[in-house]
């Protein structure tokens, strides 16, 4: 029943900006943290960006000083703010939701994903 969504993507110029929108519907909990995951082809999923209900963020080395995560926690909802976006962050970006379940457990949500491509 628990759906992320997604919006936001497209093609976009080197240089330029794009914010990613993700919300959360048929749940009636607030994600202890959330975030923003990427892949590009033929590589790795791995975490862009995430923040937790406390408001501390956490950023891949690659993207420090560019993008920046906020949520609203009321409204189950994630926005990556993407600037000065460069050629290699071309890749599909997924949302993630997580629900701590037990002291050292959780259960994670995500989106369908969105594509972002950053080309010429």
């Known amino acids: 029943q628990v759906q992320l969504v997604e919006t936001g993507g497209g093609l976009v110029q080197p240089g330029g900006s794009l914010r990613l929108s993700c919300a959360a519907s048929?749940?009636?909990?607030?994600?202890?943290?959330m975030g923003w995951y990427r892949q590009a082809p033929g590589k790795q999923r791995e975490l862009v960006a995430a923040?937790?209900?406390?408001?501390?963020?956490n950023y891949a080395d690659s993207v420090k000083g560019r993008f920046t995560v906020s949520r609203d926690n009321a409204k189950n909802t994630v926005f990556l703010q993407m600037n000065s976006l460069k050629p290699e962050d071309t890749a599909v970006y997924y949302c993630?939701?997580?629900?701590?379940?037990?002291?050292?457990?959780?259960?994670?949500?995500w989106g369908q994903g969105t594509q972002v491509t950053v080309s010429s």
């Open positions: 048929g749940i009636i909990f607030r994600f202890n943290a």
């Open positions: 923040i937790i209900s406390g408001g501390s963020t």
């Open positions: 993630n939701g997580r629900v701590q379940t037990g002291r050292d457990t959780w259960l994670d949500y």
